[in-house]
């Protein structure tokens, strides 16, 4: 049977679980030399082993496993049943193929295919008239943008995991947010359970990935952490707290999708490793991971009892606004690092212009492709009649 002593329970041996199974893949990693050698685009200088996600996701797919089991006995039934299983071998097929990649560089286009086939069969989960999007959308349009949607935070995930402890922290944070709002009674017991347990196991695994990082998650880490957790807000989205669930993420799905934009409209490869996140910025304008890392905890925190107030109030999106606002004074301070920190009402204004700077690339892309269209055209008008 289900209850919070039980998770409790189920946390400290997962926490444990963690912890000690990375120092034994750590070992493991030093032996058979498998590093991530530091380059121009690193935020790292000297080589570190990489895969410590082996025991991260081995853990979290064993605990889980366990504390379905707890959920299908009593009162506090999950409403996946089974499905739940489907979800943890599409986390362990993610893995292998993630560590792979890890040691063989698979191609993108291989890669994305995994991470498209993970979320359909994640999707057939859910109740077969679950609407994500709350009836705006046919059953079938909604299910695949619903997919869609999760490719991008899988990729986002992995995307964003470049400096030590940040994947942890992030886990960590939406974890623990999720156990509060199951605390208030805002969500099922086992859904604040499932997200307490990634919340302990992300805590296992910074105490060797903190700052100076002795090991590093590796895709096989970051990739499948990013699918469990996107179930997990999906879950949310299902339930009707759509807002709750882009709060808790705000930072994440901020920093990763702007950057990114931005990237495409000036025609670079966006699968490529770079150096223009707001977090890298401030790395390369002298500040410290741990540094940064203290501040995204502050963020999150912050992220967290908005999210938790959504479920009070008649206008959650309000509350959303000054998430927003919020994260637009983090990303302010991240790329103007050393500068004397802005208010709230500076960090809206970072907002704004990082949404004109993107409006800006999008009108001069547009301009030059009808331009370049125009061109074409006369140049035919011009062979007609010659």
Not at 90 to 111: E, H, Q, T, V, Y
């Amino acid at each position: 049977m289900l209850t919070w002593n039980t998770i409790f329970i189920l946390c400290a041996a997962a926490a444990l679980v963690s912890c000690v199974g990375t120092r034994f893949v750590l070992k493991y990693l030093l032996k058979h030399e498998i590093l991530d050698v530091p380059n121009e685009r690193s935020s790292h200088s000297t080589p570190v082993p990489r895969g410590g996600g082996i025991a991260v996701i081995g853990a979290l797919i064993l605990s889980w496993a366990v504390m379905t089991v707890l959920a299908s006995i009593g009162e506090n039934k999950n409403e996946f049943g089974n499905g739940i299983y489907i979800i943890l071998a599409c986390g362990a097929g993610l893995a292998i193929m993630s560590w792979i990649d890890d040691k063989r560089n698979l191609s993108p286009l291989f890669r994305l295919g995994g991470h498209f086939m993970a979320a359909i069969l994640g999707i057939t989960v859910f109740p077969a008239d679950t609407l994500f999007f709350q009836g705006h959308l046919p059953l079938f349009l909604d299910w695949t943008l619903a997919a869609v949607l999760w490719v991008w935070f899988i990729n986002l995930y992995n995307f964003m995991d470049g400096i030590d402890g940040i994947t942890g922290v992030e886990t960590a944070s939406i974890g623990f947010a999720l156990a509060l709002m199951a605390s208030s009674g805002a969500l099922p017991l086992y859904l604040g359970g499932y997200g307490l347990i990634a919340a302990v196991i992300a805590l296992g695994f910074i105490f060797w990935n903190w700052f100076p990082a002795k090991i590093f998650l590796g895709d096989v880490g970051s990739v499948p952490l990013g699918f469990f957790m996107g179930w997990l807000l999906l879950v949310l989205v299902a339930n009707g707290m759509w807002c709750a669930a882009l709060i808790i993420t705000m930072y994440y799905l901020c920093d990763s999708t702007f950057t990114l934009a931005k990237r495409a409209l000036k025609l670079k490869k966006i699968w490529e490793a770079h150096r223009e996140h707001a977090y890298q910025i401030a790395i390369q304008k002298g500040a410290n991971p741990k540094q940064v890392l203290i501040l995204l905890c502050k963020t999150n925190v912050a992220l967290t009892v908005l999210a938790i107030m959504t479920e009070f109030t008649s206008v959650p999106e309000g509350i959303v606004l000054f998430a927003l606002l919020l994260v637009g004074r983090t990303l302010s301070v991240l790329q103007n690092w050393g500068v004397k920190e802005p208010t709230l009402r500076e960090g809206a204004k970072a907002v704004i212009s990082d949404f004109n700077e993107f409006a800006s690339d999008v009108s001069s892309l547009t301009k030059k492709s009808a331009n370049k269209n125009k061109q074409e055209s006369d140049d035919n008008e011009q062979e007609k009649h010659d």
